[in-house]
Nanobody, 122 residues
Framework: QAQLVESGGGLVQTGGSLRLSCAASGRMLSSWTVGWFRQAPGKEREFVAALRWRGGNPLYAESVKGRFTVSRDGARHTLHLQMNSLKPDDTSVYYC???????????????WGQGTQVTVSS
């Protein structure tokens, strides 16, 4: 029933910024957590950031803390990820997801978007 669609990916130089968006449609329970994960070629999927849809303090991976900001726009049913000071190591497909746990573990999320590519050049 729930559908998540990411957008905003692209090519950016080191030090640049991108803003990703995740539009939600269908049923999305306010008790759920929404988050971002990423997966680079040859690597495991890793946690990036998450936020309870009802609000509160977000969770961040140590690798993005201080550079990325996750936020929500409840009126527009949209989750955002503002990415600043981008590095080549940030190059990945970025996925938004929804789950029932306030968690950094991908198995705790059960609704996933299709992903959007972010490429950071040296």
């Amino acid at each position: 029933q729930a559908q998540l669609v990411e957008s905003g990916g692209g090519l950016v130089q080191t030090g640049g910024s991108l803003r990703l968006s995740c539009a939600a449609s269908g049923r999305m329970l306010s008790s759920w957590t929404v988050g971002w994960f990423r997966q680079a070629p040859g690597k495991e999927r890793e946690f990036v950031a998450a936020l309870r849809w009802r609000g509160g303090n977000p969770l961040y991976a140590e690798s993005v803390k201080g550079r990325f900001t996750v936020s929500r726009d409840g009126a527009r049913h949209t989750l955002h990820l503002q990415m600043n000071s981008l590095k080549p190591d940030d190059t990945s497909v970025y996925y938004c997801a929804a789950g029932s746990q306030y968690s950094k573990i991908d198995r705790d999320y059960f609704h996933w978007g299709q992903g959007t590519q972010v490429t950071v050049s040296s």
